[in-house]
């Protein structure tokens, strides 16, 4: 692209152009270049030469609507030497604005088309009007969708209108209405996989291959801890990138500047309160805490359904977890060659009951958990509120009682229980994994 439109919102990224516009902005380039100057001399001119040469556009069409003929309309081009041309750069600029008048989330043909009616771009101005296009036909017409009179327009043009076409809305209009539609932002390099979540992977390969092996049987219960360990911060570092992920598809770019989408446990908040606590809670009795955390700027979300769909991807991602964790058992026949590898199928089955132990979890609907968070943006704000101010202590109060109150506690198990068992995890592999994880 020429340096005299690099520093334009088209080529920083701030607004993207359709396909079609791109096309556009290639030939005028192409048709700039056939008339002996280089490509940053182009101008208006040569946008409106390459607009009329790419068919089946939002602008082709339009001008077609309007009964003009595109063929017609360069004979009107005043000759070069007489009108000043508008330069390329500032075409581009004017085409961003005209989109953002509009509401539209892309730049198109029907926007290049539109500024070549500004005064400020005499030349194309003057060619379109004399062939019977006028800014103000135009964008009544992208805006309405009306094909019957419109005040200004050339008799020419409304002669060609038909009875059949002044009753329906346009295939120009109906096809504008996808520019209002926010597009998906690209992952494309915003992504990463950083060096600490790849060591999680590789320290959970040799473990498992060493407890698969039984090359060194009495460092089982070693091997059982870095394997289940490693295994729950991975899945962690899922659950977590899984709610970064999706708010930035919703609107918060602000988690790719916070580093969340590298999957690396470090980013996901404070290390002692995410990480270090949950995996002492996890040598200790075997509970899943939370574990990490990502902040997400929830009014950069686009909707309600967004923000509640940020909250559901982290248990999403630890469901994916559980069950890549529950594949081997249901394999047929797992059972004929898993007695042979008896410390790796416990590991395996304690860490599967971790991970069914931090999805129900993380789904209970108190404030501070995931399964709040998904009802949260459909509730009065003054619940919001309180639940915002007394989350921490929520969390707590769950822990407390999963600890202290036998008949929860009991019941909370049992459904996990049921879940790993759902998965043909057997609860007697689970509780030698769960010995094994006590040195």
């Not at 899922?238 to 790719?256: N, P, T």
Request: aromatic letters at 8%; charged letters at 15%; hydrophobic letters at 50%.
């Amino acid at each position: 692209m020429p340096d005299a439109i690099s520093q334009t919102p088209w080529a920083t990224g701030d607004v993207k152009p359709t396909r079609d516009a791109e096309n556009i902005l290639n030939r005028a380039l192409q048709v700039a270049r056939s008339r002996g100057v280089d490509a940053v001399e182009a101008d208006a001119t040569d946008v409106l030469t390459a607009l009329l040469q790419v068919p089946g556009t939002l602008a082709d069409r339009a001008i077609r609507e309007l009964g003009v003929d595109p063929a017609s309309i360069e004979k009107f081009m005043p000759p070069r030497d007489e009108v000043p041309r508008l330069p390329l750069k500032q075409v581009l600029v004017n085409a961003v604005r005209e989109a953002q008048v509009l509401g539209h989330y892309q730049v198109d043909s029907i926007h290049l088309l539109l500024v070549m009616l500004y005064s400020d771009s005499r030349a194309t101005s003057i060619a379109l009007q004399g062939a019977g296009v006028t800014l103000y036909d135009l964008r009544r017409h992208l805006q309405t969708g009306a094909k019957d009179f419109l005040p200004g327009a050339s008799d020419r043009a409304q002669s060609s209108r038909s009875a059949v076409a002044r009753t329906r809305p346009s295939d120009t209009a109906r096809s504008a209405s996808a520019l209002s539609r926010k597009p998906w932002p690209s992952l494309r390099g915003v992504v990463t996989v950083s060096p600490i979540f790849l060591g999680l992977l590789a320290t959970m390969a040799v473990t498992g291959a060493l407890l698969w092996l039984q090359v060194i049987p009495s460092l089982a219960g070693v091997l059982t801890i870095l394997f289940v360990v490693a295994g729950w911060v991975t899945s962690l570092c899922v659950h977590e990138f899984g709610h970064a992920v999706v708010a930035y598809l919703g609107g918060d770019r602000s988690v790719a500047g916070m580093g969340y989408l590298s999957l690396n446990p470090v980013r996901y908040a404070n290390v002692l309160l995410s990480v270090v606590l949950p995996i002492a809670f996890l040598l200790l009795g075997g509970i899943a805490l939370p574990g990490g955390a990502v902040y997400i700027n929830r009014s950069a979300l686009r909707s309600k359904t967004w923000d509640s769909a940020v909250s559901a991807a982290g248990p999403a991602g630890t469901l994916v977890c559980g069950l890549l964790v529950a594949l081997p058992f249901l394999v047929p026949n797992h059972a004929d060659f898993m007695v042979n590898h008896l410390d790796f199928f416990a590991a395996l089955a304690f860490l599967g009951f971790v991970e069914a132990f931090a999805l129900l979890l993380n789904l209970v609907p108190i404030p501070g958990l995931d399964g709040f968070g998904i009802v949260r943006p459909w509730l009065p704000y003054s619940v919001q509120d309180a639940a915002n101010r007394f989350g921490a202590i929520a969390i707590l109060g769950v822990f407390i009682v999963l600890w202290y109150v036998a008949p929860i506690r009991s019941a909370f198990f049992q459904a996990v229980l049921l879940l790993t068992s759902a998965v043909q995890i057997d609860q007697v592999l689970i509780f030698l994994g769960q010995q094994l994880m006590h040195l």
